[in-house]
């Protein structure tokens, strides 16, 4: 069936310091991919999205890929801040589907000051 | 002016009880969910309501009850907790067609604990 894979945490890193968690998918067809967001003691937010290959979703500095032929869609941003200790969820709606979201695991991010 | 709001936050109970979370959105979207975090931080869907109506319900146990008096409230009873009831909850809400776009709005989550 359809999952994301997304790597194991946590992730400790001084502040601006280069960023990547990857995140690989499973799933037929072509799914739209996202990463959230979920800030210590908040609900997770959407960070970006992409829906379709090669898109390229951005925010807050933050980008990831749609690559279709390696499944992937690794986060990454060039310099962290402390602001953006939180943990990350990749995430995937299979093609064709209206009615779920499948969510990784989550990778919590430390950065030290 | 929380968009999506549940209560309460934090939930510790026995074995055998019967409990309910409830969840609120002010954003006037048509559907909600219920997704369950447990301790491995999976997340994964166990209900969703468009307009007071179910339209998906995930193999959750009997146990589980939503009930959505309108479409601005999304509430779940459990009966009979059991100790893996034990994770974080957490409400959800789109618009319409949300789903095409990702955009869920999540509520902070409630801790329930089963002693």
């Known amino acids: 069936g359809d999952s994301v894979t997304q790597m194991e945490g946590p992730v400790t890193l001084s502040e601006e310091a280069f960023l990547t968690i990857n995140c690989t998918y499973t799933a037929t067809g072509y799914p739209s991919l996202f990463w959230y967001v979920q800030y210590p003691g908040e609900g997770l937010q959407l960070l970006l999205k992409a829906t379709k290959a090669d898109d390229k979703g951005s925010n807050k500095g933050f980008e990831a890929t749609y690559r279709k032929e390696t499944t992937s869609f690794h986060l990454e941003k060039g310099s962290v801040q402390v602001s953006d200790s939180a943990v990350y969820f990749c995430?995937?709606?299979?093609?064709?589907?209206?009615?779920?979201?499948?969510f990784g695991k989550g990778t919590r991010l430390h950065i030290l000051p | 002016d929380t968009a999506v709001s549940q209560t309460p936050k934090y939930l510790v109970t026995q074995m055998g009880n019967d409990k309910s979370i409830k969840c609120e959105q002010n954003?006037?979207?048509?559907?909600m969910y219920w997704y369950k975090q447990d301790s491995k931080k999976f997340l994964k869907i166990m209900f969703s309501?468009?307009?007071?109506?179910?339209?998906i319900n995930e193999t959750v146990p009997n146990r589980f009850s939503p009930k959505s008096p309108d479409k601005a409230h999304l509430n779940l009873h459990i009966n009979s907790l059991e100790l893996g009831d034990s994770a974080v909850y957490f409400c959800a809400s789109s618009q319409a067609g949300g789903w095409n776009t990702g955009e869920l709005f999540f509520g902070e989550g409630s801790r329930l604990t089963v002693l």
């Open positions: 309501y468009n307009n007071k109506e179910l339209i």
């Open positions: 995430a995937l709606r299979p093609s064709g589907r209206d009615d779920k979201i499948i």
């Open positions: 954003l006037g979207h048509d559907t």
